[in-house]
């Protein structure tokens, strides 16, 4: 399978633990994308990167969230601390594209995040 | 800043109607816009995107979406619906004129087709 893909599939962890997910891009792909989505929610923007570089991350993230993409290849999302609220899916999607240019993002199957 | 409306949330259509799922963005300037579907227990599949050119665009499926650039709309349709369409379907744009390369989404509409 040469799509995108996370792991784990699914976690369930305390709350007041540090989780750590995990993503691998299609190869070639520059762009790496993270998003959350919650039950009857569209995807919600988290952070994005273009090659190892983290290019911008949303303002309604809390800093208990980091990613990183060392080397441009694969990234992490590490959640510390876990609250209760940050139980969600955690969809990581990769595209391929240059200066200016946009094209498709593909997506993985997500991360099933469970605080309890 | 840019936004996504999705009006319809729910939608219940027989087998054979026809469908359109309305979507709106927020933006003045260039945009790239994408409708993609999740079948249940599946990822994210893209249907359709439109960056330039015809307004028309035809996606896989049957489905296609008109982009009418003064109405700031994309709206999806498909002329009848099968049972294996029952799906949530979010339509999504990106502006990198805006400074950005991140897509944002709607908030989804879900479909249920009845046999």
């Known amino acids: 399978d040469t799509g995108v893909s996370q792991n784990p599939r699914h976690k369930i962890t305390k709350r007041g633990q540090n989780v750590t997910f995990r993503c691998d891009p299609i190869s070639e792909h520059n762009r790496l994308y993270w998003y959350r989505q919650t039950l009857g929610q569209g995807p919600e923007f988290l952070t994005y990167?273009?090659?190892?570089?983290?290019?911008?991350k949303s303002r309604l993230l809390s800093d208990r969230f980091s990613a990183e993409r060392p080397k441009g290849s694969f990234s992490t999302l590490e959640i510390q601390r876990t609250e209760q609220g940050d139980s969600a899916m955690y969809l990581c999607?990769?595209?391929?594209?240059?200066?200016?240019?946009?094209?498709?993002?593909?997506f993985g199957q997500g991360t099933r995040l469970t605080v309890v | 800043a840019q936004s996504v409306s999705q009006h319809n949330h729910h939608v219940i259509l027989s087998e054979a109607a026809s469908l359109e799922l309305g979507c709106n963005y927020s933006?003045?300037?260039?945009?790239?816009l994408f409708w993609y579907v999740q079948y249940p227990g599946q990822h994210l599949q893209l249907l359709l995107k439109y960056f330039s050119g015809d307004p028309l665009v035809k996606g896989i499926k049957g489905f296609e979406a008109e982009f009418i650039k003064s109405k700031f709309s994309f709206n999806l349709r498909k002329p009848s619906v099968q049972w294996s369409d029952t799906a949530e379907y979010f339509c999504a744009v990106n502006a990198p004129t805006s400074g950005t390369y991140k897509y944002i989404f709607g908030t989804g509409t879900r479909l249920k087709v009845l046999a």
């Open positions: 999607a990769s595209s391929l594209a240059g200066q200016g240019v946009v094209d498709e993002a593909f």
């Open positions: 933006y003045g300037g260039t945009v790239n």
């Open positions: 990167f273009q090659n190892e570089a983290q290019l911008e």
